[in-house]
């Protein structure tokens, strides 16, 4: 199928004709020009790529100065003004949640995921990604109950693409889940690999949705919470473009575990 013109793009389909499979007649072949979509696409891509990038600095920048607000450095709050406060932070994390999806979103849809792939201490994107969520988890009265090996080798990992899914995981445990639970976080060396685990006890995923879940933009009908459906298959391409796999062992009602395996 290679493309005939230099700088065009070319969709090839090459269709065998005939009474039936031993009287060929011949082939029918199709060309379809598609240098324009392609290109659109690519430009699409790009922009979305671009502009979530620019969103990324002011909307820290707000998050740094609520924060100062918050800490009363600049005044005693009234709970009205407080309130107010939170929920400027809690919108502002979710813009900013939106915003890290679609820039991951954009390099996934370039093929073009770049990774640095070292040694990394499975323990140290663990910790992060736990002190990056334990505001949201804390607001809920959710506790995250890590358990590990004291001994944990180094794994093969682009450990801001790995700390980014972890995150990613645990945040999905935080909202899928009740009020007062608690959600676990595990890491164990299985041979020559590293299990990382995710559990929680919340609204679990029936069946037929269990390998959906991880396509783009889908997300369980009936779903409450707010989302954007590219969290899970973000986290898929950046766990495969490792080498490594993902999936999901769930009950309705019951809660959901989500694992992923990374090589040593
Ligand atoms: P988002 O959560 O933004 O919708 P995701 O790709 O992270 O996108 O998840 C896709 C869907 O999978 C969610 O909309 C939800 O229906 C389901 N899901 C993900 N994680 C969980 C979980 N821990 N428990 C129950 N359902 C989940």
Sequence with gaps: KESYFEKEIIDINIIPTGESETQLIGHVIMLHNVTLFKELDIAKTNYIGT?????????????????????????????????????????????????????????????????????????????????????????????????????????????????????????????????????????????RTMKFAVKDTGIGISDRYKNKIFDRYFRVPGTLKEGTGLGLAISKEFIEAQGGSIGVESDLGIGSTFFFTLHL
Excluded: C
Aim: avoid cysteine.
């Design 51 to 191: 502009v979530s990038h620019e969103f990324k600095t002011p909307i820290s920048s707000i998050k740094m100065s609520l924060a100062l607000l918050n800490n009363q450095k600049i005044g005693q709050l009234n709970p009205e003004q407080k309130q107010l406060l939170d929920s400027i932070n809690d919108d502002s994390d979710r813009l900013l949640k939106i915003t890290g999806e679609l820039l991951n979103l954009a390099q996934v849809e370039s093929g073009n995921i770049q990774l640095t792939i070292k040694p990394t201490d499975p323990m140290g994107m663990i910790q992060y990604a736990m002190d990056a969520i334990k505001t949201q988890a804390s607001q809920r009265n959710i506790k995250l109950q890590l358990s590990y090996h004291d001994t944990l080798p180094k794994v093969m990992a682009d450990s801001e693409k790995t700390t980014w899914v972890l995150i990613n995981l645990i945040a999905n445990a935080i909202r899928y889940s009740y009020d007062n639970s608690t959600v676990y976080v595990s890491v164990e060396q299985i041979d």
